[in-house]
């Protein structure tokens, strides 16, 4: 597929999308209906979901399809949820996790 076809593709989908609205880190931000949570975060420029346990070093988007494990973010205060394995919903809120993560208390 040539980059003009692609782009043409992208842009066709777009615009057949409804938006959800999310935050990430308390920033508000949107993506397209349906896409995972790591491709929202992606568009967004956040490379780095979360910061390892031992050395605080940055990790993201490795495998992208649930198996490796480097994309936990906390959502909707849960930590260690797989950003590649769950779609974006309107009103979501996406946290970079630090570390092991840890529980939002319900208010
Ligand atoms: S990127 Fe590997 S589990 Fe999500």
Known sequence: MSDLSRNHFHAASAAREPVVRFTI??????????????AALWAAGRRALRLTTQRGEPRGIFCGMG???????????????????????????????QGAGSWEEAP
Not at 69 to 92: H, Q, S, T
């Open 25 to 38: 880190n308390g920033q508000e931000s949107s993506a397209g209906a349906g896409t995972s949570v790591a």
């Open 67 to 97: 198996v490796c494990f480097d994309c936990l973010v906390e959502i909707d205060g849960c930590p260690n949820v797989r950003a590649c394995r769950i779609a974006i919903k309107e009103g979501m809120r996406v946290r970079t996790q």
